[in-house]
């Protein structure tokens, strides 16, 4: 995060106006699902800025739905953030620790004629709330005195109340063009059971109320959000100003606040093509076995693009790149396939790999007879040295590489023709064999022995480059390759009467039983390699087993982002 950007500015500002003397965020996430690359932008906005200007970043579980929350998300989150490099050190904090803080705050609102307990349910709410165009009316219950709506508070809180008999209103205005001021509800009765807390409370605050105390209590400076809350801010900045100006008249909260109050800002939340980036949606693709489970390779979760091969510092670049924008957009999901292409090209291990085998018999080599080239690990690289590869009598190419009746300016091998495999020789293909059925089984070619490394001394122009692996020394590994879940570009504009589960992707992963060098043999789970021509792979860390590696596809190696980004 070194670009400068609006958040930035507005941090510069208050440090130098002293409204601030030094600058506190949070990340706060609310544990009803795995975090996604969404989350990884706002993480890294988060405790980037906060490391920028020396400051602290907090790890905030914004858990005041107790239906939907649950610890296996705070665990995963946690272990989400820890990976893409960054440390919230002690500051672990759970809107559910402020719980009594909120309840004190809210008795003081009723007291203070700001807050009321309403019956309104169901649709009367809503009608009651008016819409965009026209001014809400005051709930029947607006203007019962304070103490009868303190007993009723009281009552809520003590579980003699039902769920949806009352609830508890912020009194602000019911003809405010903002509808987030009419009247909101801060407190909720729900009977339900809390991770945390238990049963302790059978009310519950809203998040719009909870989250201005939450980070008020912890000393947040900056209260980074998306755009989406920037219709809250008045809200937000009245839920701190009501209670400061109590504390102002001589009420003392039983927590000691700090004296300046937090400062909401709002970004452009990230959109990717192909992809959609809410838990709600996600948790559905899951829950219909759609994909693997959470963390399955194609989706958009920080943990599928760990399991998929991403590296932290590729998807710190992408957030990097992406910037922080005042205005919400789509980003080409291209962009974080360069991402992590850009990293992999310098330092991954460059093997060869055969996804499709086609058996070839070079029929003028010795049976029996081995010869050892070299090869780079990494031609970018080439610290990272070499390594010997066996050259035989029987090989395989892929089978998309050999055509029987080529069009012309076909490279590749076909009857006839030559070709170079890659570090060994020349060969020419003589000869075609098919099974009863037409399918090719193997063919027959012959090497020129004056071609050894890729040359001739007569300079004959051969043009296709294969790659190969060696028969005898080939072992099987299962190599998965994966396209876009969704085929819509944009999956959040679905056409009327579809549902975004009809642009799923049924063959978004293919899994290939390929050849491949020995090499891969002893590959770790999150080893990974360049397969030659065929991209970025990482080794499952879920399906894999000693000896028996499963890789992921990554990203192919077609760069169309550096085409589309030079023109
Ligand atoms: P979702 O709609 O995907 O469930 P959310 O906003 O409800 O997301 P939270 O757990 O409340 O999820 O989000 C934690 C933080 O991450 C919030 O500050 C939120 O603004 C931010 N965030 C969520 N989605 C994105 C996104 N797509 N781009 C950037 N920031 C995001
Ligand atoms: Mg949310």
Not at 120 to 141: E, F, H, I, N, Q
Not at 508 to 518: D, G, L
Not at 537 to 553: E, G
Request: proline share 5%; with cysteine.
């Amino acid at each position: 995060m070194d670009s400068s950007n609006f958040i930035k500015d507005f941090i510069v500002e208050d440090l130098g106006n002293k409204r601030y003397s030094s600058v506190h965020t949070r990340f706060p996430p609310e544990p009803n699902g795995y975090l996604h690359i969404g989350h990884a932008k706002s993480i890294c906005i988060n405790f980037g800025i906060s490391k920028q200007f020396d400051g602290i970043c907090n790890l905030r579980f914004d858990d005041t739905n107790p239906t939907k929350e649950d610890v296996e998300y705070v665990d995963s989150i946690k272990e989400d953030v820890k990976w893409l490099g960054f440390d919230w050190m002690e500051n672990e904090f759970y809107a559910s620790d402020y719980y009594g803080l909120c309840y004190e705050f809210a008795e003081q609102l009723v007291l203070a004629g700001k807050a009321y307990v309403c019956h309104l349910k169901g649709d009367d709410v809503g009608k009651y709330r008016g819409t965009l165009t026209s001014p809400g009316k005051a709930s029947p219950w607006r203007d019962r005195p304070a103490s009868e709506s303190l007993e009723l508070f009281h009552k809520m809180k003590a579980g003699e109340l039902e769920e949806g008999e009352a609830f508890l209103r912020a009194k602000i205005d019911m003809e405010s063009p903002n509808m987030n001021m009419r009247d909101p509800a801060i407190y909720r009765i729900k009977k339900t059971s809390h991770h945390r807390t238990g049963n302790e409370w059978v009310v519950y605050p809203m998040y719009d109320y909870a989250h201005p105390i939450g980070d008020w209590i912890e000393g947040i400076t900056h209260s980074i959000c998306t755009l989406e809350f920037e219709d809250h801010r008045p809200l937000y900045e009245w839920v701190l100003n009501e209670i400061k100006a109590l504390i102002d008249k001589g009420y003392t909260p039983s927590w000691k606040m700090p004296s300046a109050l937090p400062r909401q800002i709002e970004f452009a939340r990230l959109n990717l093509t192909y992809t959609v980036m809410s838990k709600r949606l996600l948790r559905e693709l899951v829950e219909n076995k759609c994909v693997l489970g959470w963390d399955d390779p194609r989706m958009p979760t920080i943990s599928g693009l760990r399991r998929r091969g991403y590296t932290p510092s590729s998807i710190r670049e992408f957030a990097d790149r992406i910037g922080v924008a005042k205005t919400d957009s789509m980003v080409d999901i291209q962009l974080l396939y360069f991402c992590i292409r850009e990293e992999l090209n310098k330092n991954a291990q460059r093997a060869m790999v055969i996804l499709d085998p086609l058996k070839v018999v070079i029929t003028n080599w010795e049976e029996g007879k081995e010869e050892i080239f070299e090869a780079e690990n990494n031609p970018e690289n080439l610290e990272m040295g070499a390594r010997k590869i066996v050259f035989g009598r029987e090989i395989y190419i892929e089978r998309e590489d050999f055509m029987e009746n080529p069009p012309k300016k076909y490279f590749r091998l076909s009857p006839g023709s030559e070709v170079r495999l890659k570090g060994a020789y020349y060969i020419r293909c003589e000869q075609v064999v098919k099974d009863a059925g037409g399918k090719i089984t193997e063919l027959h070619c012959t090497y020129d022995p004056e071609s050894r490394g890729g040359e001739t001394a007569d300079a004959r122009k051969v043009k296709g480059t294969l790659h190969w692996v060696n028969c005898v020394s080939a072992i099987d590994v299962e190599v998965r390759l994966f396209e876009n879940l969704f085929t819509l570009e944009n999956p959040g504009a679905i056409p009327e009467g579809k549902n975004y589960m009809d642009y799923v992707d049924k063959d978004s992963m293919i899994v290939k039983c390929a050849k491949a060098e020995p090499l891969l043999l002893g590959a770790k789970p999150f080893d990974r390699f360049q397969f030659v021509r065929h991209g970025y792979f990482c080794v499952d860390y879920k399906d894999s087993a000693p000896q028996k590696p499963v890789f992921n596809r990554i990203v192919n190696l077609k760069d169309s982002w550096g085409k589309i980004s030079q023109t």
